[in-house]
Nanobody, 121 residues
Framework: VQLVESGGGLVQVGGSLRLSCAAS????????MGWYRQAPGKQRDMVAV????????KYADSVRRRFTVSRDNAKNTMYLQMNDLKDEDTAVYYC???????????????WGKGTPVTVSS
């Protein structure tokens, strides 16, 4: 399994970024996927989960109405459009398999390097 996150960077409060996740080594089109983030000194938490066909989506309360997750199964790629960014969104963002009602992601043995997002005021 290979997961490559990209698109992070330094942005001002209120700004936007679009993250990408390129996946290989999994049957992407039949796999629910998720975005996760880990702030310094904190555990990794779920940001958004999208079903294999994009028909079901779940967001963390803290990002609902600001972030939008999507996927392109033909490209084995998932995206996270982040708008109206806040200081508390500063974290390293990761992608991986997703679950809608479970923290099973915490048990996953493989993770990509992530892409850092820094929101500056």
């Amino acid at each position: 399994v290979q997961l490559v996150e990209s698109g992070g960077g330094l942005v001002q409060v209120g700004g936007s970024l679009r993250l990408s996740c390129a996946a290989s080594g999994i049957t992407f089109s039949s796999t629910n996927m998720g975005w996760y983030r880990q702030a310094p000194g904190k555990q990794r938490d779920m940001v958004a989960v999208i079903s294999h066909d994009g028909g079901i989506i779940k967001y963390a309360d803290s990002v609902r109405r600001r972030f939008t997750v999507s996927r392109d199964n033909a490209k084995n790629t998932m995206y996270l459009q982040m708008n109206d960014l806040k200081d508390e969104d500063t974290a390293v963002y990761y992608c991986n398999k997703g679950w809608f009602n479970s923290d099973r992601y915490r048990e996953l043995p493989y993770w990509g390097k992530g892409t850092p997002v820094t929101v500056s005021s």
